[in-house]
């Protein structure tokens, strides 16, 4: 039973809709108690006779009971939801993937920074990170392994945007923090459950092309997530074609398949490709 709520892809969406299920049925036992109690007082207490009723007030152990047992249900609620944000929010020391998101007016930039402790790193260049980034005509594109912790460092570059995928049920606002970092760059971690391709927006208003400033998250299996990373760095550090050629090289489609440059509707679900910047 989900009551409305949208299906998610990561094991935290799986831990959300299971609080929210359970604040559900939390929600019916009160109100079939509640309405249990009016229908049981009209049918009990109707009237009878023109007989005055005997008058009662000032019952004390009610109210008391029902003072208090509010307190336990919020209580409960309350606790409840401070555990699954806690597990929202967890970071691990060592992740399985670590990823860095840079988002610039108005696209983004992914660089596989760790994989399981191990820095990736071009060949070529040993101290560039593995990366691709978006442009005018290719949506950017973030490929993660299934079942495993993903890391997300997220870093602006200019103003504040923020890194959303609808169906991770999940976004964090990109801080820019300046030169002098007077605080850390977001973090957060998800889990990947279900394979498959999901549109990632920008949620947050950050100038003239903001509702173009699409991307698009790959869950694959770990298998082709590690073809990924090797044809990354075969295409090479200065390739412009590098995120296409690579994603075709470990056997995925060369360009993002749930949206469009310059076309932010979301039920296009043609592939989008450099040869067709506009869309249609
Ligand atoms: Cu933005």
Redesign the pocket.
Known sequence: MRWGWPSGVTKQAEEMRVLWTWAGVAALAVGALVWGLIFWCCIRYRKKSDVLPRQTKYNLPIEIVYSIAPFFVIAGLFYRTAVVENNVNHLSKNPDVLIRVD?F??NWQFEYLEDHGKKTVYAADKSTALSTVGSDNEIPVLVVPVHQSVQIIEHSED?V??FWVPEFLFKRDVIPYGPDHTSEDNRFQFEAVTEGSYVGR?A?L??TY?SQ?NFEVRVVSADTYQKYLVALNKAGEDNPARQSEALQAAGMAPYATTTHPFNTDRTARAPSSAQNPTGD
């Open positions: 988002a007016k108005w103003v945007h923020s920008c947050e950050c100038g903001h400033m």
